[in-house]
């Protein structure tokens, strides 16, 4: 088995079979047509452009093509990208299928299903327990096999969940140093913030945003899954309008995204403990990718930084 994509080093040679997870087309300087494509296996992605391209190779490279793929690894901008040098889509000959290239969650659906439906077993508010128990239920397939986000961090199947679960245990953490804090609507507003995504996204393959996330946003679709849950279960209480407003300020301020910012104290911690995993995510498999004494990669949605792995890391 050869090694992912994002393990090769600049100047080595590739032949494998990659998927493509978006195509782009553009128009170079000298008015010729160009796809930009992003590669993808279960290690990462890579980007590439492919030159000079007629209308059956756009056509034959979208997304979610499988392809056979020549090139070498060159360093653009600080980052890694393909050079292609031959290039094909996949045979029914080929063996490969889909799922030799998604990228997914390091636990089990049912190992998170677990741990999720225990954090809500400890809820001690009934309308708290009940709007978010059956706000998981109904979209329990969906939420299991979704990603977090179409970039930046969990950007894998069942990426979604797995930012719940980390972010629940870490919410225990603070919570048990803090026993002030109201562990119902921490881990309620854990486990509702992205629930919206699984409208937002398109899927787990290829995601990208779908005609109500562009129009609305994961957190409008929450605030008015949460309401129409309370309706359907003939929940009356302040207990709905603070879940709103968890899943209203979870991005912390406007310029985030944020139509609200948080204005109780579990909405601030929430802001927090979203921030702490979705950063660590990132830098996690930045770091992964580099050996010890080296900088990794530009990371934009840190602030286009290159982080360094110490040489006593192993």
């Not at 992912?4 to 300087?29: D, R």
């Amino acid at each position: 088995m050869s090694k992912g994509i994002v393990y090769y080093e600049v100047g080595e040679q590739i032949e494998l079979f990659l998927l493509i997870k978006s195509a782009t087309k553009g128009i170079a300087s000298n008015g010729k047509p160009f796809l930009t494509l992003i590669f993808q296996d279960q290690s990462g992605e890579i980007e590439a452009k492919l030159w000079d391209v007629s209308d059956d190779d756009a056509k034959n490279y979208s997304s979610e093509t499988i392809v056979k793929v020549a090139g070498d690894i060159l360093n653009y901008r600080g980052r890694n990208q393909l050079r292609i040098r031959q290039i094909r889509p996949a045979s029914p000959a080929d063996p490969v299928k889909l799922a030799d290239f998604l990228e997914t969650a390091p636990l089990s659906t049912d190992e998170m299903m677990s741990k999720i439906t225990q954090y809500i077993f400890e809820m001690k508010n009934p309308n708290i327990q009940r709007i978010t128990r059956h706000l998981l239920k109904k979209h329990q397939k969906d939420f299991l096999e979704y990603p977090a986000a179409t970039k930046n961090h969990h950007e894998f199947v069942s990426g979604l969940a797995y930012h719940v679960v980390s972010m629940l245990d870490l919410a225990k953490a603070i919570a048990g140093l803090y026993p002030s804090l109201d562990k119902d609507l921490l881990y309620a507003g854990v486990i509702l913030h992205d629930l919206g995504k699984i409208t937002e996204l398109s899927g787990p393959i290829s995601t990208s945003y779908t005609v109500e996330g562009n129009l609305l946003g994961h957190i409008t679709i929450m605030i008015n899954e949460i309401g129409k849950a309370a309706e359907e279960l003939g929940i009356n209480g302040e207990e709905i309008m603070i879940l709103q407003h968890l899943v209203l300020s979870h991005h912390g301020k406007a310029e985030w995204g944020s139509p609200k910012p948080p204005l109780i104290k579990e909405a601030e911690i929430l802001h927090y403990i979203d921030n702490i995993d979705a950063k660590m995510n990132m830098l996690d498999r930045a770091l992964e990718r580099v050996k010890p004494g080296e900088f990794t990669e530009r990371v934009f949605a840190l602030d286009n930084r290159s982080f360094y792995k110490p040489t006593f890391h192993k």
